[in-house]
């Protein structure tokens, strides 16, 4: 039972810790609430300050503005642009002024920087902008004044300026483009003091430019008076106050700082998005939280870009709730340690008996039903040690009623220790249950063995039977098989009958297109001996004409071998003269014979030649004779095969058909066979199925007997 202590203890420590990480996240959120808090005031009260400096500035501003309207300054400007305008040359002028203007002292020519130092209107200026401050506040507002005309050249000081033109100056051209111009904060060259140049315009009454009023405002006027006066950061001693360019170079600072220092690259710098705003930074190993402003217009003047940084240690501004989280994280620690106590002592108060009860539960579990148990308390544990005590009893009771029926005796009987017994009342009618269950297990062991004796007889009948069937089955299979045989015979001689017939159909069609060709070729044959004959009788026709022709041609001759001779003998009676004549005659004579010779030999050969075409007129003649005669021949042939070639078609579909059907007839005693194979292979089963069954009868005999006996051993009366 230390589990139980142990979950109690653990139960009163978790609890207390929930509770002490309740108040811690309250003690975080309350921290994060107060940063925020602080952040935000000390925002807001960074952007009152940056305000009353602008507005500071905005004050200098006016008050320059009443200088510049100051009938003194009009008239002193007025009367310098006319002597400027009077001048030949205006840059000649200036230049040689601003030669002698930054002369060393001992090579000044007139002193003309002395004389404006002592001018009226530099006097003027020195009592009203800087002695009348000196004198009031013990301090210097504006470190240097100066005036220029409308060319840029100085018209009177209160210090000595640098430079006389100051026409090519950037504030000089701003205010004579805008009214006026803030510049930043520098470091003025003739006071030393870091200051903030101020310019303004002046006009005349009818709003022309005349000239420029400089003041350069010290930054001890600009940012330690606004800070002082408001007493706004006095509450931390980590409180520091800074102001920036927008570049992140240091211009002010509460604490030692250096001039125009660059801290752009600083975590805290970087950290600086919006126009306003706070954030938690690392600076010099602590947790810092900054608040800070960028600077904006004021009162229709564009001021300079600044950033104005107000900085507290996290340690001391939260250093209420650190306070607080060491306060509730000891609060915690002792409520622990109570809830701890309290929780042994309860843990010890209910284990111990709760031991007991389980200890015998235990032996209870492991069959000991001895036990006895003692509990003197009186809350709930002591109700539930007395239900055990009353469960052990009921448990002893069942235990004597189940060891009756275990040594077969049903007569027992089994009482109930309330109407919710359901462990008694599901006893008592299993115990019902099981003597009618004898009962009738006895009635059925009796039928039992009487049926099995009728189910072994009629099984040794069944066995003899199915040896019998299996052996005809035997018998018929071989049968079958045996004509399966014979018919796979007969579908390989159809299968090779149908093959022949199809070569045959084959056969037959190609004779018949050979025949057919023969017919093309015997009708192309006639035409041709029928051209032959046509081109002989032609001929003979030629040859006729050829010999009439031969007929003229001796006649020709006759006629020229007379004339030669006639020639000759004129040629002999010419004598002398007539020789020559005589010669040519003689050889006409000879021509005429040579053409006779010819004559007659042509004439043997065209009728050798008319014999010859009229043999090959009867020999072609005897030919188209012969060719009709094939060509009908070849056309009953034709036919002929093709009536052998429409029956041996017919035989050979005939083939295929029994082929087909031998092939099916196959299939059949195939499946027949497969079938008897079946029919067997089941027959032997029924066999072995049937000598089984006929020794599961007689183990079933042996069995009814068996349980027979064992249910006699049951006593269900007295």
């Known amino acids: 039972m230390k589990k139980i202590g142990t979950k109690l203890i653990l139960f009163f420590v978790i609890t207390v810790l929930l509770i002490a990480a309740i108040a811690a996240y309250s003690v975080y959120e309350s921290r994060l609430s107060l940063g925020d808090s602080i952040g935000s005031s000390f925002t807001f009260s960074a952007d009152t300050l940056l305000r009353e400096i602008q507005e500071t500035i905005f004050l200098k501003m006016e008050l320059i503005e009443l200088i510049t309207e100051n009938p003194a300054v009009q008239r002193e400007v007025a009367m310098s642009n006319r002597e400027f305008a009077g001048l030949r040359d205006v840059e000649r002028y200036m230049d040689k002024i601003e030669e002698e203007w930054k002369a060393p002292e001992k090579k000044r020519g007139s002193g003309f920087k002395d004389k404006l130092l002592e001018s009226g209107l530099s006097l003027e200026l020195r009592r009203q902008l800087i002695d009348f401050f000196v004198e009031k506040y013990g301090a210097t507002t504006f470190a240097e004044v100066f005036v220029t005309n409308r060319y840029g050249a100085v018209i009177a ?128 190993g602590k947790r810092v939280l900054f608040s800070y402003v960028r600077s904006e217009s004021y009162a229709g003047f564009e001021m300079p870009a600044w950033v104005l940084v107000v900085s507290h240690d996290v340690d001391e501004v939260l250093a209420p709730a650190f306070r607080l989280e060491r306060e509730i994280v000891l609060a915690s620690l002792a409520l622990i340690l109570v809830a701890a106590g309290l929780a042994v002592f ?26 006895t148990l003692q509990v003197r308390s009186k809350d709930e544990i002591g109700s539930l040690a007395k239900s055990f005590i009353s469960m052990n009893d009921s ?35 299993m115990l019902e249950n099981l003597r009618n269950q004898v009962l009738e297990i006895r009635e059925a062991v009796n039928k039992l063995a009487s049926s099995l004796s009728q189910i072994f007889v009629s099984t040794q009948q069944l066995s003899s039977g199915a040896a019998e069937s299996a052996a005809s089955i035997t018998q018929t299979t071989t049968t079958v098989e045996e004509v399966k045989q014979t018919a796979l015979i007969s579908s390989d001689k159809a299968k090779s009958v149908s093959e022949t017939a199809e070569n045959s159909v084959k056969s037959v069609q190609e004779g018949l297109r050979s025949s057919e060709k023969v017919i093309e070729r015997m009708n192309y044959i006639g035409v041709q001996m029928q051209a032959i004959a046509e081109n002989i009788v032609n001929l003979s026709k030629q040859s006729m004409e050829i010999g009439s022709v031969t007929s003229t041609v001796n006649d020709i001759a006759e006629q020229s071998n007379v004339l030669a001779v006639n020639a000759s003998i004129e040629a002999i009676k010419a004598g002398e003269q007539g020789r020559g004549f005589g010669v040519v005659a003689e050889e006409i004579r000879r021509l005429a014979v040579q053409s006779k010779d010819a004559t007659r030999q042509v004439g043997r050969i065209l009728n050798d030649a008319q014999k010859a075409i009229n043999t090959a007129v009867l020999a072609a003649e005897e030919g188209a004779k012969a060719v009709d005669v094939g060509i009908i021949q070849s056309r009953e042939a034709s036919d002929t095969i093709q009536i052998l070639s429409q029956n041996i078609e017919r035989a050979a579909d005939a083939a295929r058909q029994i082929a087909a059907s031998s092939q099916q007839q196959l299939v059949g005693m195939d499946q027949v066979a497969l079938a008897m194979e079946s029919i067997e292979e089941a027959g032997r089963s029924n066999v072995g199925s049937t000598k089984q069954l006929e020794q599961t009868a007689q183990d079933l005999r042996e069995f009814s007997q068996r349980l027979k006996h064992m249910v006699e051993r049951y006593r269900i009366e007295e």
């Open 395 to 429: 448990l002893k009771a069942i235990t004597d009623v189940a060891k009756r029926i275990a040594s077969g005796d049903l007569t027992a009987e089994v009482m109930m220790r309330s109407d919710r017994d359901q462990l008694g009342r599901a006893l008592g009618e």
């Open 157 to 284: 000081l209160t210090d000595k300026v640098p430079d006389y033109r100051q026409d090519d100056e950037v504030w000089f051209q701003a205010a004579r483009m805008n009214g006026y111009h803030i510049g930043e904060v520098t470091l003025d060259e003739i006071s030393g003091a870091i200051a903030v140049p101020l310019s303004v315009r002046i006009e005349d009454e009818a709003g022309e430019f005349m000239g420029v009023v400089r003041a350069v405002l010290a930054s001890n006027e600009i940012f330690s008076k606004p800070i002082i006066t408001t007493r706004k950061y006095e509450a931390y001693e980590t409180t520091q106050i800074r102001v920036l360019t927008d570049e992140g170079r240091m211009i002010y600072g509460t604490k030692t700082f250096r001039f125009l220092e660059d801290v752009s690259d600083s975590p805290a710098f970087r950290s600086i998005a919006d126009n306003t705003g706070y954030f938690v930074s690392e600076e010099g």
């Open 346 to 371: 309860i843990s010890r108060s209910i284990s111990r008996p709760v031991t007991r009860v389980s200890d015998a539960v235990a032996e209870i579990a492991q069959g000991n039903l001895g036990v």
